[in-house]
């Protein structure tokens, strides 16, 4: 029995990722992910507002910003070098030492920053990238079609400039999902990432003051991760990679038969240790074998909503025998 499955168009031998998160910024957690099994793994996103930040306290240090003149530009690019080099380093790092796919993650909101960090990704020696795209449309001034064309601007001129395979991590937040994540897959990225989790926020009622909510997630979120992987597998052009909820091997195979190409988690590591991979892999392979699969490609889909079937009447008959049970 094997558990070799692709992601992205790469050979890996198990469809479980780490997902991208604060462990896998650190070269002994991204040694002990590989001896424990995982398939690849995603860096921790480089954010364009880490890179700005470094720029900002830097040239604070020196100078009050008038006097920079022409100087801005150059010191603004050195530092920007210096901030992402420590990110290259690990990526590089990473490569010398791992065998698996090492993923680049960036998140930017400026167009022009999400060209220009992006082709260096590659240049890194990434194996592919993840658009970290998640983004929450709280702006009243953003529309639908703003968010439409930003998506599209970006990954037009990504797929051109880039030759690495390039996938993007949404959030769980469209009016359209089902018809946006399929104009995505025909946009040609080669995988989509189903879902970010936004850091949410929550209120001290006696400091009477905004907290950070916990930000790990809990088991009950798979529930809407495994309903759109199901419902997309079958209408997408490339592979989905799902993310949010999964916490045990039982998850794995879940997302596996709703039709997911990879499986990625983030919390169970956190709340287990990194080398809590291997259980995630151990049971995948205790289940196939009870089953008597020898590949997950015998079982992945299986329980994916079909080609071609209504699922809003899926749905509505799963909704009623649910609400006539409980008048029973
Ligand atoms: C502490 C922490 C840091 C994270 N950092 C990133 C990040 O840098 N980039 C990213 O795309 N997602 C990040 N995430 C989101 C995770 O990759 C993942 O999508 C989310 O936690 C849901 O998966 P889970 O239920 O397995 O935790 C982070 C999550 C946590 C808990």
Request: aromatic share 8%; charged share 25%; glycine share 6%.
């Amino acid at each position: 029995m094997n558990t070799k499955s692709k992601y992205l168009g790469l050979e890996i031998d198990s469809p479980i990722i780490a997902g991208s998160c604060g462990l896998t910024n650190d070269i002994s957690n991204l040694e002990k992910l590989e001896a424990a099994g995982a398939g690849a793994i995603i860096i921790k996103s480089v954010f364009e507002e880490q890179i700005i930040y470094d720029i900002k306290r830097n040239l604070s240090m020196m100078a009050p910003v008038d006097n920079y003149g022409m100087s801005y530009e150059y010191i603004a690019s050195h530092v920007a070098d210096d901030s992402l080099g420590k990110h290259f380093e690990l990526i590089s790092e990473a490569k010398k030492r791992l065998h698996i796919p090492i993923v680049g993650s960036i998140n930017c909101y400026s167009f022009e920053n999400w060209m220009t960090y992006t082709k260096r990704f590659q240049d890194a020696g990434c194996d592919a990238l993840e658009l970290n795209m998640a983004i929450l449309p709280y702006e009243t001034t953003l529309s639908c079609e703003d968010v439409d064309r930003l998506f599209s601007d970006i990954i037009n001129t990504l797929r051109k400039s880039v030759s690495i395979p390039v996938s993007v991590k949404v959030s769980q937040n469209f009016t359209d999902m089902a018809n946006f994540m399929q104009r995505l897959s025909w946009m040609g990225v080669d995988g989509i990432t189903l879902f970010n989790k936004p850091l949410n926020v929550d209120i001290d009622t006696q400091k009477m003051e905004i907290i950070h909510a916990p930000s790990l997630s809990t088991p009950e979120e798979i529930y809407n991760t495994l309903r759109w992987v199901a419902i997309l597998a079958k209408k997408l052009r490339c592979d989905i990679s799902a993310s949010t909820g999964v916490h045990n091997a039982d998850d794995v195979v879940k997302m596996l038969l709703a039709g997911a190409g990879t499986v990625q988690v983030v919390s169970c590591l956190y709340k287990n240790g990194v080398e809590y991979m291997k259980n995630l892999n151990d049971g995948l392979r205790d289940w196939m074998s009870a089953k008597g699969y020898d590949s997950i490609d015998q079982f992945r889909g299986k329980l994916a909503v079909k080609a071609g079937e209504q699922i809003s009447l899926f749905f509505r008959t799963q909704f009623m025998k649910h609400f006539a049970k409980i008048g029973e």
